[in-house]
């Protein structure tokens, strides 16, 4: 008898976590908000070394700037502009991002003095020659895919909800993926995306994380195919965020002619 009351007073303890646990896709929003939305602006000075197998690297330089139009999960605004190597040098990148439908691309190429729109279906195409995608650049919707945690378990000396994000639209070109994200900051420390065969193909890992302005933020990050070799380091040289940076950037106009303030 004793033995049935201990084992009740358990399962009455245990009830209030269980009702006050996070879901797969509440994990997954929390996740997003900490590592794409922080702030009410961003900007940074990004380093992109492409490596292949054998070790040779491709250096590109850019700014990115970020601004949010609305709170975690809403639309926001992207722009792009690279420095080097001469194949790039000038071109610039923007993307209107919007909650629950395909965000609008543009990319503006010197050579050519023109503004060209990119297509949805790109979204998983590969962003200038990286393993990076368009999609991984300014992310995936939460609503295009069912989330489940899998398990709990330890990165490092972080702790760590373990998700599966499964499409649930059949065209997409992963079969499912599984994100580490920090049970404490929500950022995603880890990822790997399963071809649809369920083998690993792509290896996302949070290398450097740093606190700027009271926002932990991923400064180092590397994106990996499993399959080819090839890899691909981000760095940001320089971050901040709440800058004030003004609606009217985020143009077909300056897309052309960015302002120098902006982007130096």
Known sequence: MKRWLTLAALVALLLPLCAWALSG???MQKSQAAFLYPGKDFKARVLMKLISKDGQVR?????????NMAGP??????FMYFFQPADVKDMSFMIYKYPAKNADRWMFIPAINMVKRIAAQDNRSSFVGSDFT???VSGRNIEDDS???EREEKLGNRDCYVVKSTPKNGDADFGYKLTWVDKVNFLPLKEIQYDKKGAPYKQYSADEISEIKGFPTVIKRTMKNLQTGHSTSVVYLKADYNLGIEDSLFSERFLRQPPRK???
Not at 59 to 67: H, I
């Open 262 to 264: 902006w982007i130096d």
């Open 147 to 149: 989330h489940v945690i």
């Open 59 to 67: 250096v590109r330089e850019m700014t990115l700037l970020r601004k």
């Open 25 to 27: 896709e509440e994990v």
């Open 73 to 78: 999960g809403g639309e926001q605004k992207y």
């Open 134 to 136: 368009y999609e991984d």
